[in-house]
C-alpha cells in the first residue's frame, strides 16, 4: 500500500512521466500549501498557473459543494445552463461569438486547428489545412498538439509526426509571410510563451501577424492556455496589443483547480462546426461550468485586474533588484504581470529544488528560466517574502562559488 508521503525509494504505482519530488501536500489555503506534517510553503507556482484565485477560495469552494450536492454531470445531449450562463459571460467580454469546453488545454488546442480546417474545408477549400507555429512554442501533449508545438523531445518516438505545421521563428514577421502558401489555414500563437521561458511576443509583431492574417484570408488563432485569464493584467494577453483572434483556446485558469477549458471562436469560424464535427463526453459538465463561473466572476469583478498588474509591477521590480545584485546568476528577467521569469546561469532545476528546501515553490521554464506564476490575489508582502527567499538561494550558491 503506497502511502501518501511517497518517497523516492518507494516504488509508485504510477506511470514514471514525471520527475517527481517526494514532496506531498495535504491542505492548501489562499497562496500557501501544507503538509501533513504542518510545513508551510509559499507558492509562486499555482499548479502551474492553474490556481489563479490560490487555494481553497471560499466562493469556488462554495459553488463546488453547492453544484456537488445537486448535479455532477448529465452529458452534452442536454442544455447545461452552467455552460450556458459561461460561455455567455465569456461572449460578452471577449472578441468571441461561441465557445466550445473542454477538459483540458491540449484540448482546447485540438478544438482551436480542428475549427480553422474546418473552415476552410466547409467552404470547399479541403487541402488548406497548414498552420504556422512557433519554435519554441508549447500547445500541449496530445499528438496533434505535439506536432502544433514542434519540439523534437516531444516528438521522438511517436511514431508519424501529424502533417500540417510549419515552424519558424517567433518575432520575425517576415519569416512567417514567407511560408504562408495556399495552403496555408491559420496561424497559431502563444502571446506570451510559457513553457518555453516567458518569452514575450511585441505588440508589433502580434499586430504584424493580425494584418497577415488580414491580408491574406488566414485565420489568427491565440493559445492563451497560460497567458490568459487575467495572468498578465488583462483578462487575456492579446488584449495588450490591441487585436482581436478569429479563435483561442483557453484552460488553466478557467477553473481555478477544476480540469476546465474553452476553445473561443468568432461566430464566422464557430458557425461550420455543426452536429457531429466535434464533441466530448465531460467537456462543460454542470460541475465544471459551476466552479468556472465562480471563477470568472472573481477575475472579472472590478479592481481585480488592475491589481494583477500592479503587482506584476512590484514582481518586476524586485526581478530588477534581483538582477543587479546578483549579475552574475541572474542574467535577464521577463515578465508581463504576474506571468514572470528570470533566466539564471545555475542550472534552474536544481535551483528550483533549492527553492524548495527553503519553502518557496516555483517551477523551471524553458532557456534555464525560473518561472514565476503566483496566484493573482498575491499581495506585496508575499511577494516581498519571496523574493527574499530566492536572495537566500542565491547567496548559498554565490557564497560556494567564492
Ligand atoms: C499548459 C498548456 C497547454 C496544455 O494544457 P493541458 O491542460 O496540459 O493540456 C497548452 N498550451 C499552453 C500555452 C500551455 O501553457
New binding site residues.
Partial sequence: MPSPNNTSQEKSALFGTYARTPLAFERGEGVRLYTSRGEEFLDFNSGIGVNALGHSNPLVRKALTEQGNRLWHVSNIYTIPEAERLAQKLVEETFAEAVFFTN???EA?ECAIKTARHHFSDRGEKERFEIIAFKGS????TLGTIAAGGNPAYLEGFGPVMPGFAHVEPGDLEAVAKKITPKTCAILI?PVQ??GGIRIMEKSFMAGLRKLCDDNGLLLIL?E??CGYGRTGKFFAHEWAGIRPDIMAV??GIGGGFPL?ACLATEKVAKSMVPGTHGSTYGGNPLACAVGNAVIEQILAPGFLQRVEKMGNVLGHHMQQLMQKYPDLVVDVRGMGLMAGMKITPPVREFVEKLRQHKLLCVAAGDNVLRLLPPLIITEDDIKEAFEKICTALDEIDGKKK
Fill in positions: 483540458s488545454g491540449a488546442v508549447f500547445h500541449g501533449r502563444e510559457g513553457e493559445d492556455v497560460q484552460a488553466k477549458g
